[in-house]
């Protein structure tokens, strides 16, 4: 069996010790013949090596899959006083390694990110919830088809939708209370419904309609545009 390249480098360094000892050159001669040789095996040896990692097929590489990117958009939600809760729907997740499921949490933002399920990566981004979130609380869960998302609530607060954008366009659509009207509780009702009127659909309108119109009979007026 041949020896190791680090067995004739040790062969090596000795012969070359006994080289420097000897007092005849005849023996000297003999020793440097003998070094020789094994140096040039060491060099054999080394361009053999060499060409096997320059032709050892690259098996990693071929067996890589290659995913296509999909950004997730639709989801359900849920919450309670302690978290606010996203349901990703992902039929066959569960079979996916644990770390092929990762999701990381900012104060107002999340990183869904799912690897590798059917072909495709998966990814929910969102970057300005509603409401401050409490990261070191934040966590996810696999189930059945599914991931769940729990971002735990800073405050005990009701959020009225999932993102600022959503938020701000529901606030703005709200009926307005009117601070002139505080010491009159009828007339602030009455100048409520009459917001609701003009900014419902046709449904709001017939029923808010109806209700004034019942009212009138009892003496109540009131302008409603119509």
């Known amino acids: 069996m041949p020896r190791t390249i680090d067995e004739l480098r040790a062969d090596v360094d000795e012969l070359k010790k006994l080289a420097d000892l000897a007092t005849r050159q005849s023996v000297k001669d003999v020793l440097g013949l003998e070094t020789r040789r094994l140096e040039t095996e060491i060099s054999l040896q080394l361009k053999d090596n060499m060409f096997n990692l320059e032709t050892k097929p690259v098996v990693q590489a071929a067996s890589a899959v290659r995913c296509y990117e999909v950004k997730l958009t639709n989801y359900a939600w849920d919450q309670s006083d302690k978290f606010f809760k996203l349901f990703v729907t992902l039929p066959g997740v569960q079979t996916l390694p644990a770390e092929n499921v990762l999701c990381t949490f900012g104060t107002r933002s999340l990183d869904l990110l799912v690897k590798e399920l059917n072909g495709k990566n998966y990814s929910l981004v969102i970057k300005n919830l509603a409401e401050l979130i409490d990261v070191s609380k934040s966590h996810w869960k696999v189930k059945s088809d599914s991931v769940v998302v729990f971002l735990a609530k800073l405050k005990p607060i009701t959020w009225p939708a999932v993102t600022m954008e959503e938020k701000k366009i529901k ?47 009892g003496g109540d007026t009131l302008d409603l545009g119509l």
Not at 192 to 205: A, R
Request: cysteine-free.
């Open 171 to 217: 606030e703005s659509k709200a009926p307005k209370f009117d601070a002139s009207s505080a010491d009159d509780p009828q007339a602030s009702m009455m100048n409520m419904m009459k917001q609701l009127y003009q900014e419902g659909d046709d449904d709001m309108k017939r029923q808010i309609a109806k209700s004034f119109s019942e009212r009138r009979g």
